[in-house]
């Protein structure tokens, strides 16, 4: 598995350097999520690339992997739920939306934590939750990838297209706006901020008539537990920013514990 390992890191052009440093975080990842080499070391490698943690020289690829073990076990370990399932799910989600959620405007901290809350308020796994977010983003920014995905997943392309107007006719009518001053949209980190921020004031009907147009009806639930959670997701992300060294520690603890059985 260790050879695994080193094949997929050599074949990513990583350095013979860089390969040995990213091996020992990669090894702690395998050990808290309890996945096997091939598949830790492919999703981490997806993940740096959806986030393009490599390109503007402020990591390089064993800082980028410690950093993603740090932020995910920082959510994962502290989810009411098996740590290395926890741990599982949340690699899931992100492999699953990450890119998308990336583009639409979400920070990796942040997407963490919503893909933790919405696994344990809502028992499902990560990719489910990670596709609610798909839909979501879809709805709210009219994103063409996120519509175009959804398509290529059965989804009815132009029925997205349509209720994306109505998604801004939603947040005008709780006095929110999808864009900016200049007529850009939001992130939408800050458009679901803001809309958690109302709503606790809307009144249930509101909440319904929101959730489905931003949500759509299948996946209005989602949209519904992330805004009566979302101070679960405040926290988690907290947590997540303030994760250095969270992975190497969660690993050795890990370590320590079979050692002792």
């Known amino acids: 598995e260790v050879l695994n390992m080193m094949k997929v890191y050599s074949n990513a052009g990583t350095?013979?350097?860089?390969?040995?440093k990213q091996m020992k975080a990669s090894v702690a990842f395998q050990n808290v999520s309890d996945l096997d080499a091939t598949t830790v070391?492919?999703?981490?490698?997806?993940i740096i690339q959806q986030y393009k943690l490599l390109e503007n020289g402020t990591m390089?690829?064993?800082q980028a992997t410690e950093y993603l073990g740090d932020v995910m076990v920082a959510v994962a370990y502290n989810l009411a739920k098996e740590e290395s399932v926890a741990m599982q799910e949340v690699i899931s989600g992100i492999e699953t939306a990450?890119?998308?959620?990336?583009?639409?405007?979400?920070?990796?901290?942040?997407f963490t934590a919503v893909i933790g809350t919405l696994s344990e308020v809502m028992n499902a796994s990560g990719s489910e939750t990670a596709n609610a977010m798909?839909?979501?983003?879809?709805?709210?920014?009219?994103?063409?990838?996120?519509i175009e995905d959804l398509a290529d997943s059965g989804e009815d392309m132009e029925d997205i297209e349509i209720a994306a107007s109505n998604a801004e006719k939603a947040l005008n009518s709780i006095g929110l706006s999808a864009?900016?001053?200049?007529?850009?949209?939001?992130?939408?980190?800050?458009?679901?901020?803001e809309v958690a921020g109302k709503w606790d004031t809307l009144s249930d009907a509101t909440k319904q008539y929101v959730s489905e147009q931003l949500a759509g009806n299948n996946r209005r639930s989602y949209f519904i537990g992330l805004m009566e959670n979302y101070k679960r997701v405040e926290e988690l992300q907290l947590k997540a920013e303030n994760s250095s060294g969270?992975?190497?520690?969660?690993?050795?603890?890990?370590?320590?514990s079979l050692e002792g059985r």
Do not use: C, P, Y
């Open 15 to 20: 350095s013979v350097e860089e390969v040995n």
């Open 41 to 46: 070391t492919q999703s981490i490698q997806t």
């Open 60 to 62: 390089d690829a064993a």
């Open 98 to 110: 990450g890119n998308m959620i990336k583009t639409s405007g979400g920070s990796f901290e942040w």
């Open 134 to 146: 798909k839909m979501i983003a879809a709805r709210t920014l009219k994103s063409k990838e996120a």
């Open 179 to 193: 864009r900016n001053s200049n007529g850009d949209f939001k992130d939408l980190e800050v458009i679901l901020g």
């Open 246 to 256: 969270a992975l190497m520690e969660a690993s050795e603890k890990k370590a320590e």
